[in-house]
């Protein structure tokens, strides 16, 4: 056997170990910073000032509920921090992209991406961030972020997202 499937063969262990005992999950053992699309970084892995930290350890991502555009409290937390960031980086701009899932006509999920971008937008602007550094787009249902019919997968889509990156001096 070679040693990725030795290595591979051992994580899986690991989980379902981790699975099956009656005291510990995997989620108690493991925290995942919000965001993250392929490898898992620590804090000291990423430069406080770049958008991978952004990303991969404040969060460029927050969900909505099913027709909503209302930021939650834990939304709130992670837009919090989101400010906190801008302010401290304020040679980056950022794009906000509105999201909904694939319920709905093309035209009502493209309104409702457009609410979701601004309730971001005017959060962040409300936190001090000048408006002038934070656009909005809206996808509607065009980019899901998960790909089936059932909550699991609209639950990911219901989401805006917050895309940071360099002032230009054109």
């Known amino acids: 056997m070679k040693t990725p499937s030795i290595l591979a063969s051992a994580g899986l262990l ?10 510990v999950s995997v989620e108690e053992t493991i925290e995942l910073p919000t965001g993250l699309d392929s490898e898992i970084g620590t804090e000291a892995d ?29 939304a709130g937390a992670i837009l ?7 302010m401290e980086n304020d040679d980056f701009m950022g794009n906000v992209e509105g999201h909904a899932d694939e ?15 601004s309730a971001v937008r005017d959060r962040l602007v409300s936190s001090g961030i000048a408006d002038n550094r934070l656009q909005i787009v809206t996808y509607g249902k065009e980019r ?24 230009s001096d054109d």
């Open 46 to 74: 990423y430069d406080r000032d770049t958008p991978a930290y952004f990303t991969n350890l404040i969060g460029d991502h927050v969900y909505f509920a099913v027709d909503k555009s209302v930021i939650s409290e834990e």
């Open 80 to 86: 919090d921090e989101q400010a906190r960031w801008l």
């Open 14 to 23: 690991l989980v379902l170990v981790a699975c099956d005992s009656p005291h």
């Open 103 to 117: 319920r709905g006509t093309r035209e009502y999920n493209l309104a409702l991406g457009a609410r979701r971008a």
């Open 144 to 167: 899901p972020a998960a790909t089936c019919s059932s909550e699991e997968c609209w639950s990911q889509n219901r989401r805006s997202v917050t895309r940071v990156y360099l002032r």
